[in-house]
């Protein structure tokens, strides 16, 4: 069968592998990769950036199918079942898995980072990695699950709620789906970034208020959307220095502050605002607990494709859809590379 693998910088070859084959009396099962989304951190990992993976890799962690085989030991699931795959395991009693963090256990493995992923025709997982969705739903919505996993955890960690005011810096893809998640939730949302283009498609979105930081005052904005109290949350998908010590001037008083960048490098922030407004900092990696929620969102049509999904790309030609991301970034939002 066919997979995607990275073996080093900008080397991306479909090379054939052999397919996976059950365990005796487990509880794994083999899906058949139906379509598979492209995140910025596949592009890294492409690029020779992504500190975690190791190489050569099957990339993918954004990835739904179909059951094509289960284990003996496996209940609840069914061959022929579409599912979204949840990509990561973890080891259920570490300290983090014991604070409900299992997205930062410290066995954690990613799929397409750590292990193989999903831009392959076969992928084998434990059933408790298998989120069943309606088959109605078509590949290309279900494979937007995993990005709006990553704006639930994001907002499910800074407590998004009816009634609270949220700024997001970055309207990139991640900016617009915690935007959509965020009015899900029930907030009001600014959204800024420096592109028209983008704040344009975040009016789509529902965006309450949208500002061009190349010509508008962020600040002044926000003093005057929120009549001097700042942002309850403020989300930073935007990840420079500058976007993130920001985010404390940005904050309410008891506000919260979710930065999404992982960048090693120092910023300057003062202790002053952090204190004197009681803030709280939000790390958020990955998802725990996300799926049945997203799923559930998407299956009512509370969340949607529309718009997010720009292009699709067979596998055989991944390099293309790559090539593209990289020679025109502007044009892509999120592209999806489908299997027969
Ligand atoms: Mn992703």
New binding site residues.
């Given amino acids: 069968m066919l997979a995607a693998k990275v073996f080093g910088k900008e080397d991306l070859r479909l090379v054939e592998v052999e397919r996976p084959a059950l365990s005796e009396e487990s509880t794994e099962v083999i899906i058949k990769v139906k379509a598979a989304?492209i995140?910025?951190?596949?592009n890294h990992i492409y690029h020779g950036q992504n500190p975690f993976a190791t190489l050569p890799r099957v990339i993918g962690?954004?990835f739904v199918g179909e059951v094509a085989e289960i284990g003996d030991k496996v209940t609840g699931l069914e061959i022929g079942d579409h599912v979204v795959v949840e990509p990561i395991t973890y080891c259920g009693k570490c300290y983090a898995c014991r604070q409900g963090m299992p997205n930062v256990c410290k066995d954690l493995k990613v799929s397409g980072v750590h292990v193989d992923g999903g831009m392959q025709e076969y992928v084998k997982i434990d059933v408790k990695q298998a989120h069943k969705i309606n088959k109605n739903i078509p590949w290309t919505t279900a494979v937007l699950a995993?990005?709006y996993t990553?704006a639930g955890n994001a907002t499910t960690r800074a407590k998004v709620e009816l009634g609270k005011t949220v700024l997001i810096q970055g309207a990139g893809t991640i900016g617009q789906l915690i935007l959509r998640m965020a009015k899900a939730k029930g907030a009001s949302v600014m959204i800024s970034d420096v592109l028209d283009s983008r704040l344009e498609f975040a009016k789509l979105n529902g965006a309450d208020r949208v500002v061009n930081v190349v010509n508008e005052n962020l600040a002044e904005k926000l003093d005057e959307w929120t009549n001097q109290e700042r942002a309850n949350v403020v989300i930073d998908a935007a990840c420079t220095r500058k976007t993130f010590e920001d985010c404390f001037e940005f904050a309410s008083v008891a506000g919260a502050i979710v930065p999404l960048g992982m960048s090693a490098e120092p910023c300057q922030v003062a202790q002053k605002p952090i204190m004197q407004k009681q803030l709280t900092v939000y790390g958020s990696r990955l998802q725990a607990y996300q799926f049945a929620p997203v799923i559930k969102a998407l299956e009512e049509g509370m969340l949607t494709d529309d718009g997010v999904v720009t292009q699709t790309f067979s596998i055989h030609d991944i390099q293309e859809a790559f090539d593209l991301i990289n020679k025109e970034p502007e044009k892509v939002r999120k592209a999806v590379i489908t299997f027969d």
């Fill in positions: 989304g995140c910025g951190s596949d962690h954004e995993e990005p990553i």
